[in-house]
């Protein structure tokens, strides 16, 4: 259950991260909200956007990385027999079998 909530909340703080980084300026233009003409002095300059827009990149960035932690930390309490993502179970070795010889009549 706790795993689940974990994912779902892991998800929705990536599709919020890329959409967030999508919206900022780029020194090529990109998506951004700044490009445009008008004068200043409104609400949200476009110095003011960009100085949210980062703050606002770097908490969703914190929390992503909070929750891949704690998935991780989850994950290895679910299975404390395998110590590493490399030990894998290993199959039983079976002797080759002779290939069976028809009789003849």
Same mark, same amino acid.
């Given at each position: 259950?706790?795993q689940t +909530? $974990?994912? =779902?909340?892991?998800?929705l $703080? %990536? +599709?919020?991260l890329v959409g967030?980084?999508l &919206? @900022? @300026?780029s020194e #090529?233009?990109?998506?951004?909200?700044?490009?445009g003409?008008g004068?200043? #002095?409104?609400f949200? !300059?476009?110095?003011? !956007?960009?100085?949210f827009? *980062?703050? !606002? !990149?770097?908490?969703?960035a914190g929390?992503?990385?909070? *929750? /891949?932690l704690a $998935?991780? =930390?989850v994950? /290895?309490r #679910?299975a404390p027999?395998?110590k /590493?993502?490399?030990? +894998?179970? %290993? %199959?039983? &070795?079976?002797a080759p *079998? @002779?290939?069976s010889v028809?009789?003849?009549?």
């Open positions: 259950m706790l +909530v $974990l994912i =779902v909340i892991h998800l $703080l %990536a +599709v919020f967030i980084i &919206i @900022q @300026q #090529g233009g990109g998506l951004g909200l700044g490009g003409g004068g200043g #002095g409104g949200m !300059t476009a110095r003011g !956007t960009a100085n827009l *980062t703050r !606002t !990149t770097g908490i969703l929390a992503f990385m909070i *929750t /891949s $998935l991780a =930390v994950a /290895s #679910g027999e395998r /590493s993502i490399l030990d +894998v179970p %290993a %199959a039983p &070795i079976e *079998t @002779q290939p028809p009789l003849a009549k």
